[in-house]
C-alpha cells in the first residue's frame, strides 16, 4: 500500500467530522485546501499552503480541577504544566484571525483551561462568525451564568458547543471534575437547550455531550446518554479517557511513525494564550519551545521557519534525519480520542 495514504486518511476523516465547515468554503478556501493536498502528498518541507484548522487556546486558567487535564497541577510533581497560564488578548487573536482568514475552515476556541472564562469570549466567536470560520467551543459549565450570558452565547453565532458531563450524579460527576458541581453543569445545560428551543431556526448552535469515561463512571454512562437526549442535545459523544489508555504501549514507531506522516505539520495551526504557535498540543505538553509569537512575526514567516522545516523533514520518507523525539512517541495515530482535532 502507498505510504502515502495514511495521512489523506487522516485529512478525510478530519473533514468529514468537520463537514459542516464546508458550508463557509470559499474559492480561496479550496485553492489553498488542493496545495495542501499537494504539499502532503510530496511531504514537502518547506510549503506554500496554509493550515486549515486553528486551535488557539482563548484561556489557560480554569475554574475546577480534573486530574486527567494536562492543566491540573500534580502535587507529586509527576506532572508538569509548560504552558503560561492566562486569558488571550483581543488583539492577539484578531492577529491569528486576519493571518488565516484565508485557509480555515474552522477555529477551535479552547485547549487546556476554561475558554468561558475569558471575558471577551463572546466577542471572539463574532469576530471568527463575521470571517465565516466555523467556531467550536468546549465547557465544563460549572460556573453560574446570567440569562445576559446565554443570550450573548446565541448572539456570538457559535457554531458548535461541547459540553463536558462524566457523570450524573455529583458523587460520580466530581471524581474527576473536581471542584466542579453537577447540578449546576445540569441547569446551564437545560436553560441553554431551552433558550434553543425558543429560538428554533433562528440559532445554529449544535451542541453535544461530551462524557469521558473512567473506571468509577462507566455505570453513569447510559444515564448521561438518556439525559442528554431526553433535553435534546444533538450527538454525545463519549471516549475513554487518556489517563486509563497512556498505560498501554503506544504502537507506531520509527518507521512506520515515519511512513505515517504527520497530518498536523501541514494542516493545523496551534497557538497558546500569548499568541505563541506551536507545531502541536503534543509538542507543547512536552515543553518545547514556541516556533515564535504572532505579535512579532507573520505567520508565513513561522509557518516555513527552521523549526517547522526540521519537523516536516523528520517525516520525509526513507528518512534521511533522525525524527524528532517527541513525533516519534506520538500517540495520535492509535486514534487517542482528540475529537476536534
Ligand atoms: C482540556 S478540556 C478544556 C475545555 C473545557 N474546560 C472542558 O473541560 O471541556 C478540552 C478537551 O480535552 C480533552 N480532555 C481533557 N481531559 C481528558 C482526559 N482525561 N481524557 C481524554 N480527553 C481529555 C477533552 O476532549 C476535552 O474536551
Ligand atoms: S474543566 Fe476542562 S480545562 Fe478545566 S481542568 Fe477540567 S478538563 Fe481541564
Known amino acids: 500500500m502507498n505510504n502515502l495514504q495514511?495521512?489523506?486518511?487522516t485529512l478525510a476523516m478530519r473533514i468529514i467530522r468537520h463537514r459542516k465547515s464546508l458550508k463557509y468554503i470559499t474559492w480561496k478556501r479550496i485553492f489553498n485546501l488542493l496545495k495542501l493536498l499537494r504539499d502532503i502528498k510530496l511531504r514537502r518541507v518547506s510549503v506554500d499552503s496554509f493550515p486549515i484548522f486553528a486551535r488557539i487556546n482563548t484561556c489557560s486558567i480554569c475554574n475546577i480541577m480534573c486530574p486527567g487535564c494536562q492543566i491540573y497541577d500534580d502535587k507529586t510533581g509527576r506532572k508538569k504544566y509548560f504552558r503560561p497560564k492566562?486569558?488571550?488578548?483581543?488583539?492577539?487573536?484578531?492577529?491569528?484571525?486576519?493571518?488565516?482568514?484565508?485557509?480555515?475552515?474552522?477555529?477551535?476556541?479552547?485547549?487546556?483551561?476554561?475558554p468561558l472564562l475569558n471575558k471577551r469570549i463572546w466577542e471572539m466567536v463574532k469576530y471568527a462568525n463575521r470571517n465565516r470560520l466555523r467556531t467550536v467551543i468546549s465547557s465544563n459549565l460549572s460556573f453560574k451564568m446570567s440569562d445576559e450570558f446565554i443570550a450573548q452565547l446565541f448572539e456570538s453565532g457559535l457554531d458548535y458547543l461541547i459540553v463536558a458531563l462524566d457523570g450524573i450524579?455529583?458523587?460520580?460527576?466530581?471524581?474527576?471534575?473536581?471542584?466542579?458541581?453537577?447540578?449546576?453543569?445540569?441547569?446551564n445545560f437545560e436553560r441553554i437547550m431551552m433558550y434553543r428551543r425558543k429560538l428554533a431556526k433562528k440559532t445554529k448552535l449544535e451542541v453535544e455531550v461530551q462524557f469521558i469515561e473512567f473506571d468509577f463512571n462507566t455505570h453513569e454512562k447510559s444515564s448521561v446518554v438518556d439525559y442528554a437526549a431526553r433535553h435534546g442535545a444533538d450527538s454525545v459523544n463519549a471516549f475513554l479517557s487518556y489517563t486509563e489508555e497512556f498505560s498501554d504501549t503506544r504502537s507506531l514507531q520509527g518507521k512506520s511513525r515515519r511512513e505515517f506522516g504527520c497530518f498536523d505539520v501541514y494542516a493545523i495551526a496551534d497557538f497558546d494564550v500569548d499568541g505563541s504557535l506551536f507545531v502541536c498540543d503534543l509538542q507543547e505538553d512536552c515543553g518545547v519551545d514556541s516556533i515564535g509569537k504572532i505579535?512579532?512575526?507573520?505567520?508565513?514567516?513561522?509557518?516555513?521557519?527552521?523549526?517547522?522545516?526540521?519537523?516536516?523533514?523528520?517525516?520525509?520518507?526513507?528518512?534521511?534525519?533522525?525524527?524528532?523525539?517527541?513525533?516519534?512517541?506520538?500517540p495520535i495515530t492509535r486514534g487517542l480520542p482528540l475529537p476536534l482535532r
Not at 172 to 184: I, P, S
Open 6 to 9: 495514511p495521512s489523506y486518511k
Open 86 to 114: 492566562g486569558i488571550m488578548e483581543i488583539d492577539t487573536y484578531k492577529k491569528i484571525i486576519d493571518s488565516l482568514k484565508d485557509s480555515l475552515l474552522q477555529v477551535v476556541l479552547y485547549d487546556e483551561g476554561e
Open 169 to 187: 450524579t455529583q458523587e460520580t460527576y466530581e471524581k474527576h471534575r473536581q471542584g466542579g458541581d453537577v447540578e449546576l453543569v445540569k441547569s
Open 295 to 330: 505579535q512579532d512575526c507573520s505567520f508565513v514567516t513561522m509557518w516555513n521557519g527552521p523549526e517547522m522545516k526540521s519537523i516536516r523533514c523528520s517525516f520525509q520518507t526513507p528518512g534521511k534525519y533522525e525524527m524528532n523525539s517527541i513525533c516519534l512517541e506520538c
